[in-house]
């Protein structure tokens, strides 16, 4: 069962963001920062830093998050409860907080590359236990 409860932060992250981006392209169009066509065409180069990170992080949150959800899909469905696979996946969702207030921030890459690292490893590490596993149990 904690497997599918380490989903809803995630999901959380990306209502959070998506919302971010919304007002902040919103508020940016209405200011004139940019033309409501950068938008509709997806003239990304024409938006401002400001406008265009949160976008970017949100399209971040569409790669490993998602992958992460279907692995914990699949962790609950195989019954493999271990406190050794929790942590790693509470690790990968605090990860990604701090990736995402890094990359809104854009301030301090190294600190982004770290939290970026640090939630990859422990996706891969579970990804890896979960093969290990599944290999084990048909073998």
Do not use: C
């Not at 265009?52 to 962790?75: E, I, T, W």
């Not at 990804?127 to 599944?134: G, K, P, Q, T």
Request: proline fraction near 3%.
């Amino acid at each position: 069962m904690w497997s599918i409860i380490t989903i809803f932060p995630i999901l959380l992250l990306m209502v959070i963001v998506w919302w971010l981006v919304a007002a902040r392209r919103i508020k940016g169009a209405a200011a004139g920062a940019f033309g409501i066509s950068s938008i509709i065409y997806g003239n990304q180069h024409e938006l401002p830093n400001h406008y265009l990170l949160p976008g970017r992080n949100y399209d971040n949150l569409m790669q490993q998050p998602a992958l992460f959800m279907v692995l914990m899909l699949f962790v609950y469905q195989l019954q493999l409860n271990h406190i050794g696979m929790l942590v790693l996946a509470w690790v990968f969702v605090l990860g990604r907080y701090w990736h995402s207030f890094e990359h809104l921030r854009a301030q301090n890459i190294r600190l982004r590359t770290v939290a970026f690292a640090l939630s990859s490893v422990s996706h891969w590490l579970l990804w890896l236990w979960v093969l290990v596993n599944v290999l084990y149990m048909h073998g």
